[in-house]
């Protein structure tokens, strides 16, 4: 599968693409400066501009003739609330709406825990979850096979494959490794039951592939 990255060079992201490539997938590395990573080329991706507050024509490329997206990109913890908005929001749904213009089939999205409903998370970062409920909620209603992987706090760990997952929240909050949402993200493209859901995921028992096989629409899926 022809699958772009966006936000390919660092955190999940970058992860994302070591995991996709080791699956047999043909991975376009969405980056602002594709000419620098040289990291990604030697890793067997195909870097590719992917500026998400830039031009509509390097991102229009980009995802022209890809078979899915999945959007890792994040204007960063380090950054205030109007970058939040020209990312994780604006530039979000310029990625969404491209995809639909384009025809591209599938979307996963990397979105957060409490997305479904920003109050419930800290309140130094409603601003971001309120990006990302409202990135969700048009996705959902874009028309693509969509997903939408909302993970609890992120952390540099050593990923088990191992995971817990509630759609469309879980009833307690925790971390998981990077690795371990690289490897969702992934298996999400693998697996049909996770196409029309949003749902949580944290460190847990059951391997990822099991995990994602159990989601369904019938489970109480988020729609939003």
Known sequence: MQVLVIGATRGTGRLLVDRL????HQVRAGTRAPGQDQALVAAGADPVSADLEGPDEPLRAALHGAQAVVFCAGSGSGTGPDATLRVDLHGAVRSIDLAVELGVP???MLSSMAADDPRRGPTA?????AAKHAADRILAVSGLAWTSVR???LTHEHGSDHVEVGVPRLERRGTIPREDVAAVLAGCLAQPATIGLAFEVLSGPVPVGAALAGL?????GDRR
């Open 106 to 108: 599938r979307y996963v």
């Open 125 to 129: 970062i409603t601003h971001y979850l």
């Open 216 to 220: 369904s629409a019938g489970h109480g």
């Open 21 to 24: 490539l080791a699956d047999g």
């Open 151 to 153: 993970p609890g706090g």
